[in-house]
């Protein structure tokens, strides 16, 4: 047998654990683990010497806005980015004008990410929400990997990105979780109360406090952790599966933690920035800054750590939101009228590798490699398919160097919405990554995005959830 590539003299991860092997690889999967030196001959090899080898990083939670926004991405601009970051597969939540509540709206996802032409794999979250929990089971035949929710009505304004995607009150969790509990599929929920943050908003726009400083006491630490036990209360009584998205407390990340302990099927997610940045970045960078939750004290970051260390995160996701500048500058007029959310798909995996190099916060890479690859493959049921370097599997691989440095520089970033990714600008990483490859293809090279694949934009394919669903 002649390989289409092989991957040699690298540390690859493999059962857990880091060893020096070779990797070889034929028809998009991997074929063969060996001793350095035994693969048979490959029409391409890569010579990793001195480097880690890792599977393909799988991010839990981007949002690309086409068809709705293409303006600010698209899958072919964000999934470039996702390239250059090492991601491999994504998993696209459903802000999409419309979310994708039905088969239709999702067929058409679907058919616009096969012709945009999208970099990586992709996967999708379907929505569910109190005002068609009818279509829930539905959609999950259609080999979506979860749902995705969010606890309020529809912003004014944005009613069309969140049509079949809220909750508004607690009869409509109630019922769309039991919906959701038939499928066996996880329900992601953003977990804020609503009323206690337009409340506060109210306040604060009455006494006239609209700058940057007020937008993290809008949304205090309560209004996250209260509704996060809510949610794992009725998940219990439901049976619904749940995942908590974006999770910045260590109050609600304690929470998931008992739950866990008493045998509940919850799954708990953060972000590089709730890691790694603090509510001070408000005040250097004002509305590019904002997301929510909100970013909190360096107190609470420093907390959020011990629940990374010790399991009970289970895995980091970018929440990648792209905006154009003139959607984020009305934030410096009134912060509360800017779009929340940053761009970082590019970063996640990165920023974490450099906490391992730098060795302050006690993280290991056998550690980013299970909360970045390996257990967001086995949550969302594309196990073994990803996750995982073994014959069979996609041949997704990270390679990367822990011995050289990056300098983050917008300019270079993928993104259609670069020019808003300012709260990393000039931040030094301890590693670099050299080599991103999808189903055997090398899609990124040396910091070089390669899009072109068999004549087409995109190497990308759809992967849909390997769990069956009831007749």
């Known amino acids: 047998m002649r390989l289409d590539l092989a991957v040699i003299n690298g540390l690859v991860y493999l059962d857990g654990m880091f060893r020096k092997a070779d990797i070889g690889i034929k028809d998009e999967k991997f074929a063969m ?9 490959a029409e391409k090899v890569i010579d990793a010497e001195g480097k880690y080898v890792i599977p393909g990083g799988i991010d839990t939670h981007v949002h690309f806005r086409d068809p709705g926004h293409p303006e600010r991405g698209t899958f072919y601009t964000e999934s470039m980015a996702a390239a250059a970051g090492g991601t491999t597969t994504i998993l696209e939540h459903p802000i999409s004008s419309p979310p994708q509540y039905n088969k239709e709206i999702l067929d058409n996802r679907k058919k616009v990410a096969a012709e945009r032409g999208c970099i990586v794999d992709y996967a999708f979250y379907g929505a569910a929400g109190g005002q068609y929990p009818e279509e829930i089971t539905k959609i999950a035949k259609e ?25 508004a009150n607690d009869y409509e969790i109630y019922v769309c979780m039991k919906e959701v509990a038939k499928t066996g599929l996880m329900l992601a929920s953003h977990a804020e109360n609503n009323d ?4 506060l908003i109210n306040k604060f726009r009455a006494e006239g406090k609209v700058g940057a400083e007020y937008h993290c006491p809008s949304r205090p630490p309560i209004a996250e952790y209260t509704t996060v036990q809510k949610l794992i209360t009725m998940a219990a009584d439901t049976g619904c599966v749940l995942e908590l998205a974006h999770i910045s407390t260590p109050e609600a990340m304690q ?25 001070e970045e408000l005040i250097k960078h004002g509305p590019y800054a904002k997301c929510n939750p909100p970013l ?31 959607e984020k500058d009305t934030g410096y007029e009134d912060i509360f009228k800017a779009p929340a959310g940053l761009i970082g798909i590019d970063l996640r995996l990165p920023l974490l590798l450099s906490e391992v190099a730098k060795g302050e916060r006690g993280i290991t890479l056998e550690r980013v490699v299970e909360l970045c690859c390996v257990n967001p493959a086995k949550a969302f049921n594309l196990y073994p398919k990803k996750g995982v370097i073994q014959p069979g599997s996609d041949a997704d691989l990270v390679i990367f160097d822990m011995n050289d440095k990056t300098v983050v520089d917008w300019r270079k970033n993928y993104s259609k919405s670069r020019e808003i990714a300012k709260v990393y600008d000039g931040w030094e990483l301890h590693c670099k990554l050299n080599q991103t490859i999808v189903r055997g293809k090398v899609v990124m090279n040396e910091g070089v995005v390669d899009p072109i694949a068999d004549g087409t934009k995109g190497w990308g394919k759809l992967v849909l959830s390997l769990l069956k669903q009831p007749e």
């Not at 609470?300 to 905006?323: C, P, Q």
């Open 196 to 199: 206690i943050i337009q409340g």
């Open 33 to 41: 683990i060996t001793e350095c030196g035994k693969l048979p001959e």
């Open 255 to 279: 929470m998931a933690k008992e739950a866990k302990a008493r045998g509940q099927k919850v799954f708990l997610e953060t972000c590089p920035h709730y890691l790694l940045l603090t509510e």
């Open 143 to 167: 080999g979506i990997v979860a749902y995705k929710s969010f606890l309020h009505q529809a912003p004014e304004g944005r009613e069309k990105e969140f049509v079949g995607l809220t909750m």
């Open 296 to 326: 909190r004290t360096k107190e609470i970051v420093d907390k959020l750590w011990e629940y990374v260390l010790d399991g009970t995160v289970d895995f980091i996701g970018s929440d990648h939101g792209a905006f154009l500048p003139e």
